[in-house]
């Protein structure tokens, strides 16, 4: 199996494009202080399903930013929203369906996508190499 996860090259992936912004490839919860002008990324795994000789994997990116009700809050909530979404455009076999504002932790504006990735089924793979070798 490979040393990353599809969560962490994700997170890897908007962390290498986007070096100001605080990422996390796990469920992160709002933090209790986030500076004016900060960003941070979660990516998790939201589901997992089979599909033959093959994995569906559907992730959630949760883009946090504290941001004021002005143009220039708004105009800082769209750069970070781009920032994550060229990210996941330059990774081949990943799409994004799905881009949704939110109000996280009463204090903080960002967006919540959905990811999907389809993936070899590695489990039966191991499995099958397994049984060949008895």
């Known amino acids: 199996m490979s040393d990353l996860t599809l969560r ?3 997170a890897s992936q908007i ?23 900060k960003v941070q990324v979660a ?11 093959s994995l569906d994997h559907n992730l959630t990116v949760q883009v946090l930013t504290k941001v ?7 105009e800082a909530l769209d750069i970070a929203l781009d920032g994550v979404l060229l990210s996941i455009e330059r990774m081949p076999g990943v799409l994004w369906t799905n881009a949704e504002r939110a109000v996280f932790d009463e204090k903080y504006v ?7 990735i389809v993936s070899p089924n590695v489990y ?11």
């Open 68 to 74: 004021a009700n002005t143009l220039k809050g708004e």
């Open 15 to 37: 962390k290498s494009d986007n070096p100001e912004f605080i990422v996390k490839a796990f469920a992160a919860a709002a933090p209790d202080n986030l500076g004016a002008g």
């Open 110 to 116: 960002g967006y919540q996508l959905t990811l999907k």
């Open 124 to 134: 039966k793979t191991l499995v099958r190499e397994e049984q060949k070798a008895v």
């Open 8 to 10: 962490e090259k994700v």
């Open 43 to 53: 990516v998790w795994r939201e589901s997992l399903a089979p599909n033959q000789l």
